[in-house]
């Protein structure tokens, strides 16, 4: 199997691929999985490959185009039957264009409308994504303010039946003290009962170790503990008296007391009388305003019962309701996902195509580059080849015109000399004549003069 796409043994493909500027190594065939990398994809091998056989075919397109230009070149030279050698008529190899190619068929696409196109989409997706995130976030706040609301009211209710009973135990502890303060006033209190005590007698360390000093003077330690015991004794007559003052003046205040307590009983009973009167009443008011109490928070424990079912059979529907509708929000969000996802994976594609295409246009602007300096180096040595072919054939055509203008001159010398020659031929004949036939001396003589000359003039020319 040949490895090029055309036969290089070929001169005429040669010479057109040198025109060309087309190398070698563009023209070998190459299959799929030369175009395979560690990380490329499969679209981008096949893109690279497409990319690559559509630039063989073109240079194949490109190649016969120039081997049929140069036979019809051919043919019309052969036609016309005469080569046009000269300056004027001859055509350069750099004036020479090369012809067009043809106009794909394939339809353009602008990179500026694909790249517009999906950054429309990209943002058509991302506020659709925005606008279902805000009513999702508007379902989830009306779920939390319906469950705050409800919340609040089970808080106000349990403040409410909280303060009812602390309402109660303040009235009951109110109604408790009022009494305690008022049977308190019924108890006789009974004098303190006053208990003496005799201060002991405080002796001297000294007399407690008199018999240990012997040094002393003993009868100095009798006459001070003497003084000592009298002034001990006139203290505790003293204390003894002022505990006696002490006493009877206590049971004349108890005396003064019990009359007071008298008087106090006796206002007592009175305001016992009108305030157990008024207990009666109270209590008769109390258990009226209790069964009314009792009656409205029935009432009430009614209708909040009624409201609370109502609020829970809503918050009830309210959930089903959300959640059905966070169910739908979620299956139109997975199937938003999936879309964005496919639009994420078939733009990834398309970039890492479009990068691959530009990279790959990239490189053909280099070959194709490599190619025109190829050509333009090429003909610029056919350029100089035909200059010198040229200055060799305008030296040729000189030295043959040189040639041609010496030859016409010794043609010209040799006719001269030819004729010449054939004249003194003649002259010599005529001469030779006159001499064998003179007719008189005169002529002979005139003739030989004349002979001379013309001889003389002959050898001299």
């Not at 190398?23 to 990398?37: A, C, G, L, N, V």
């Not at 989409?121 to 319906?146: F, H, M, P, S, T």
């Not at 009877?248 to 009167?277: C, D, G, H």
């Not at 001499?435 to 000359?453: A, G, L, Q, R």
């Amino acid at each position: 199997m040949n490895p090029y796409v055309v036969d290089l043994t070929n001169l005429r493909i040669q010479k057109a691929m040198l025109n060309l500027g087309i190398d070698s190594i563009e023209m070998i065939r190459k299959p799929i999985e030369d175009f395979k990398d560690k990380d490329t994809s499969e679209e981008v091998q096949i893109v690279r490959y497409n990319f690559y056989k559509r630039k063989q075919q073109e240079l194949v397109r490109q190649i016969k185009e120039y081997i049929k230009d140069e036979l019809m070149r051919g043919l019309e030279k052969s036609i016309q039957g005469k080569k046009q050698e000269s300056v004027s008529n001859e055509i350069l190899i750099t004036s020479v264009t090369y012809p067009e190619r043809k106009a794909s068929t394939r339809p353009k696409i602008r990179n500026k409308d694909i790249i517009n196109k999906a950054l429309i989409e990209a943002k058509e997706a991302i506020n659709y994504k925005k606008i279902l995130d805000n009513k999702l976030k508007q379902g989830v706040e009306l779920r939390e303010k319906a469950q705050s609301a409800l919340a609040k009211s089970r808080m106000k209710f349990y403040e409410f039946r909280e303060k009812q009973k602390e309402n109660l135990e303040k009235i009951r502890n109110a109604e408790q003290n009022k009494l305690s303060k008022t049977l308190s006033g019924y108890y006789s209190v009974s004098p303190t009962s006053f208990s003496y005590k005799k201060k002991p007698n405080v002796y001297s360390k000294t007399q407690s170790r008199a018999s240990s000093i012997v040094d002393l003077d003993i009868e100095s330690q009798i006459k001070k503990y003497e003084q000592k015991m009298i002034k001990s004794k006139n203290l505790h007559d003293l204390f003894t008296q002022t505990k006696k003052n002490a006493a009877s003046k206590l049971l004349e205040r108890n005396f003064r007391y019990s009359k007071a307590m008298e008087n106090e009983e006796k206002i007592l009973s009175e305001r016992l009388t009108k305030y157990v009167n008024k207990n009666k009443t109270a209590e008769i008011r109390r258990s009226e305003h209790k069964r009314l109490q009792s009656e409205n928070r029935e009432r009430l424990r009614e209708k909040h019962d009624e409201k609370r079912l109502k609020a829970q059979c809503r918050v009830k529907e309210k959930e089903e309701f959300d959640i059905e509708k966070a169910k739908r929000i979620e299956k139109r969000l997975e199937i938003s996902n999936g879309i964005l996802e496919k639009k994420n994976l078939d733009w990834k594609k398309e970039l890492e195509i479009r990068n691959e295409m530009q990279r790959l246009k990239d490189e053909e602007a280099l070959s194709n580059a490599e190619r025109k300096k190829r050509v333009m180096y090429e003909l610029y040595r056919k350029f100089r080849r035909e200059n010198v072919i040229e200055k060799q054939k305008s030296d040729n055509e000189r030295i043959d015109i040189m040639k041609k203008y010496r030859e016409e001159e010794i043609k010209k010398k040799m006719k001269m000399a030819i004729k010449s020659m054939r004249e003194k031929e003649k002259i010599r004949e005529i001469l030779v004549m006159l001499k064998k036939s003179p007719e008189s001396k005169i002529m002979k003589k005139k003739n030989d003069s004349f002979t001379v000359k013309n001889g003389e003039d002959l050898l001299g020319e």
